[in-house]
């Protein structure tokens, strides 16, 4: 299997409908932590849900659009990432993460999104990082300044997820401020 190290045990891999069965244990072992933030969590009760969650992003990735990975440590899946939109012609793209509670404040989530973003402005052109969360998502929130985002606004009750509707925030990092943050 294809795999980028992030150093300390840890390694960024694709994540594919094959490792359905492993991806649905993992939300299962991690539903209360990932569950007030993640809407797809709740639907992923199974070896068929989680298939049919990770099909459209590796036929997406096929046509040059959005992907799926995951983060594992030791050889355990801890989280995961994903281009939820990936726009070449465009120039933009979003990310997102979900990371298990035990594998926080080790900068995986960190690493990893450094990694893709490297590759989506310096191979793949991109103009335009994204990055949304709901504002009382403080572990979400503390990524994207780490990375140098600017918040450039929130949408007011933008969607609804557990009988409440949310606020979402809108994070944004440029090619030209991405480069310019690595040769500081």
């Known amino acids: 299997m294809l795999s980028l190290p992030l150093g300390d045990g840890a390694e960024l891999r694709p994540l594919e409908p094959w490792q359905a ?31 049919a969650f990770l099909q459209p992003y590796a ?32 120039g933009t793209c979003e990310l997102g993460v979900w990371l298990a509670p035990e594998a926080t404040g080790r900068g995986l989530v960190s690493r990893a999104v450094t990694a893709m973003i ?40 933008a969607f609804e997820h557990d009988g409440r509707l949310w606020d979402v925030e809108l994070w944004a990092l440029l090619a030209e401020e991405w480069r310019a943050r690595r040769t500081a």
Not at 22 to 50: K, Q
Not at 67 to 90: C, H, K, Q
């Open 118 to 157: 490297d590759w989506a402005v310096d191979v793949r052109g991109i103009r335009r990082v994204e990055w949304q969360c709901v504002p009382e998502n403080a572990a979400s929130r503390a990524v994207a300044t780490r990375l140098g985002m600017t918040l450039e606004g929130t949408r007011r009750r």
């Open 21 to 51: 069965a492993e991806f649905a244990a993992y939300v299962g072992r991690h539903i209360d932590h990932l569950g007030p933030w993640l809407p797809w969590s709740r639907a992923m009760t199974g070896e068929a849900e989680a298939r």
């Open 59 to 90: 036929d997406d990735t096929a046509r040059d659009g959005r992907r799926m990975y995951s983060v594992w440590l030791d050889g355990e899946l801890v989280g995961g990432t994903l281009f939820r939109v990936f726009d070449a012609p465009a």
